[in-house]
């Protein structure tokens, strides 16, 4: 049985948005809070919230999954910055690394638990889900092996340099659900979710 770490990226200064993107709400809870009960619910209980700027307010906040919170101290590198410092609290005993991403509320349980799953079936593959089998998007798998070449990349190619290098096999997993490839980044984007969710779609 292979172990995964989730890592939360959360450490975006949500400038656009206003607010700390990981104390939004959505159906009730907050972002970080659905995520985290996401993905404990998909079976994947080892999970480390990477915040910035906003760390204390979002650790205060903290939905209690036993989740740990990871300060990235420059998120001006950007995502890669904070997966780098997620990756470093990885314990040695996981066989990989689960991304999600703090702004992707709406992506179900079960889709956390197909990608994880996928990693049990495939454990050497990078594991990427695709929208419609066009578009890829979040929640990814990281195995172990490559956690080495996310230290090694030009921060400004980020992962996408980590999924196109020659040593890395990577598996698409299609799904035809919108919420895999939907960040929720300015007020427009957030009051379309809740708008949605008035229309009861």
Known sequence: ???????????????????????????????????????????????VVVAGRHFEEI?????????????????????????????????????????????????AEDIFRIVAGAHEETPGDIIIPRYLGKK????????????????AGPDNLGLHWVTHHASVTVRDIDFSDRSIISDIDTPEDYRKLKGELTNGS
Not at 136 to 143: A, E, K, S, W
């Open 59 to 107: 650790r205060r906040a903290a939905p209690g999954f036993g989740e740990r919170y990871v300060p990235n101290p420059a998120p001006e590198g950007g995502m890669i910055s904070s997966v780098r410092a997620g990756l470093r609290a990885v314990p040695d005993n996981a066989s990989g690394a689960l991304i999600a991403l703090v702004d992707q509320p709406a992506i």
């Open 1 to 47: 049985m292979h172990s995964l770490t989730c890592i939360i990226l959360a450490a975006g200064d949500s400038s656009r948005m206003g607010a700390p993107k990981a104390l939004l709400e959505h159906e009730g809870r907050t972002f970080l809070c659905r995520i985290c009960a996401a993905v404990a619910a998909a079976g994947v209980k080892d999970i």
């Open 136 to 151: 890829r998007g979040h929640p990814i798998v990281l195995p172990r092996a490559v956690f080495p070449l996310c230290f």
